[in-house]
């Protein structure tokens, strides 16, 4: 099918913490969905069949729960309510967006999902309605080709949204196409956390998923298109992800992905919007998903191999035996391994271990966590990279249980630099990296140098490990990680 999405440059409010009325803030919103309008007439003659656009793209953020009041519609939050608002726009008051949204799906006969603050009386009987009367929802709506708004999707993990409610309890949204079958739906920080995402796909057995989002990137680990391709890896599923532009906040990163192929847009240079259409398959295989066969292969794989060696990075994937009972020493004694020091990585203090040389074999561990790497450079540049490990609680901007073993260009030359965000590199690595990660949801990350994607050659679980393979990377390599969540211990 042909799938669109925009990455917008959102008109903002010049005080979004002044309060105003809903003239005014209709006619702000009216500006964003005048462009949106141009880009889904653009999508449209594409041959696009559905088009995705950002997280807080129409009416912007940094509200406070009053001013961002008159930028709210009234959404009925309910499935069982057949409603085209472009048709029947008189049936509920303050529409106007849902409305240009819905006319926007019929004429160009697209399937359309859109991000919207929207609100929702409730009585004071009701123990969770806010002192004001109301709910405030982050809201995302799907509407079909013919305008029918056939899903809404509340936000639940919010990131620092004060304007905004979490529903009491975590919507499971989905709606159905004719040229893909089912696409669930969540949004931005959502994406981090079990539920709702990561337990609707699992529950309906999703492909397909339409993710608005409004993504401040933050390297190594954390970069939009980085992390939005490792989700469509790990769950084996095809994401279309539409992100907000704005270079100075650090937000950009669009795409879409499946599981071996992905057509993204990253730039922090220039400004405007960006609209993608790619063509990409349905994915239909019913096996559940990467994560279960391989928590199933976890299972059933515990014969070793024959040894691997760092010069031929063959296809079979052998780790050596020395390996899997974790000792830094070896016989040759202590001289040769490298130095462990520790670092800031992502807020996270990373043990870290330095590649040294043009070859080499490494080892470090933190907690419960190992992580190894077999590593060979084409060339000896003069870059420093590392190889980390960390195995706790992140606690900086959302509290959430990790398990990372990650391979990264450091800033400079020196160990401090370590976990710094960098952008360009010039090293072409093969490597092999595997930790004994305690958690099936491990999501691969492989970035290059100017922010770009690769492909790993093989990834999955042996002997207990979870391993990533490349040989020769397509440029110089900034991240090779393995994203490990451990949801039960949040």
């Keep these: 099918y042909v799938a669109a999405v925009y990455e917008h440059e959102s008109i903002l409010s ?7 009325d809903r003239r005014s803030a209709l006619k702000l919103m009216g500006r964003n969905l005048d462009i949106y309008e141009q880009q889904v007439v653009a999508a449209s003659r594409q041959g696009a069949q559905i088009i995705v656009f950002p997280e807080d793209g129409i009416h912007g953020f940094n509200f406070t729960r009053s001013s961002i009041y008159p930028y709210l519609d009234f959404v009925l939050h309910s499935q069982s309510l057949k409603w085209n608002p472009c048709r029947e726009p008189y049936l509920f008051n303050d529409t106007e967006v849902l409305q240009r949204l819905s006319c926007m799906a019929l004429e160009n006969k697209i399937f359309l999902v859109a991000n919207l603050g929207t609100k929702q009386p409730c009585e004071h009987t009701d123990p969770h309605c806010p002192a004001d009367g109301r709910y405030q929802f982050n809201t995302n709506v799907a509407f079909s080709d013919d305008g029918m708004l056939v899903a809404t999707y509340r936000k639940h993990n919010l990131y620092f949204e004060y304007a905004f409610d979490t529903p009491p309890e975590p919507d499971y949204t989905l709606f159905d196409t004719p040229f893909a079958g089912k696409f669930g739906m969540f949004t931005c920080f ?19 998923v339409v993710y608005p989002t409004a993504w401040m990137n933050q390297l190594p680990l954390l970069s939009a298109v980085e992390f939005q391709q490792a989700f469509a890896t790990a769950f084996n599923i095809n994401i279309l992800a539409a992100n907000i532009h704005h270079p100075t906040l650090g937000m950009t990163g669009s795409g879409i992905y499946t599981p071996v192929k992905s057509f993204i847009y990253h730039n922090m240079e220039s400004y405007g919007g960006k609209l993608i259409v790619a063509e990409i398959p349905v994915i239909t295989t019913d096996y559940k998903t990467n994560l279960e066969s391989n928590e199933r292969f976890r299972e059933n794989v515990h014969h070793s191999c024959e ?18 009972t974790p000792d830094r020493t070896s016989e040759k004694g202590n001289e040769h391994l490298p130095p462990t020091f520790y670092a ?33 450079r084409a060339v000896l540049t003069d870059e420093l990279y590392a190889l980390g490990v960390f195995d706790g609680l992140h606690t900086v901007h959302g509290t959430y249980y990790v398990q990372a073993c990650a391979l990264v260009k450091c800033g400079g030359l020196s160990f401090g630099t370590c976990g710094q965000e960098v952008t360009d590199a010039t090293a072409l690595i ?13 999501f691969p990350l492989l970035l290059t140098s100017g922010i770009t994607l690769d492909f790993a050659d093989h990834m999955g679980w042996k002997n207990n490990h979870y391993f990533i393979s490349k040989n020769r990377t397509s440029s110089g390599l900034l991240t090779a990680a393995l994203y490990g969540r451990w949801y039960e211990k949040d």
Aim: aromatic letters at 16%; a negative charge.
């Design 430 to 442: 093969n490597f092999q990296l595997w930790g004994n990660m305690s958690t099936p949801y491990i």
């Design 190 to 208: 959502d994406i981090l956390f079990f539920e709702p995402a990561v337990n609707l796909i699992r529950q309906y057995n999703l492909k397909q």
């Design 344 to 376: 800031e990585m992502m807020y996270d203090n990373f043990t870290f271990v330095p590649l040294w040389g043009e070859k080499g074999e490494l080892q470090v561990c933190a907690n419960t966590l190992c992580c190894y790497l077999t590593y060979q």
């Design 307 to 324: 040894t691997f060696t760092s010069t031929s990075m063959a296809d079979q994937v052998c780790f050596k035996e020395a390996l899997e």
């Design 14 to 20: 010049p005080n979004p913490t002044a309060l105003t």
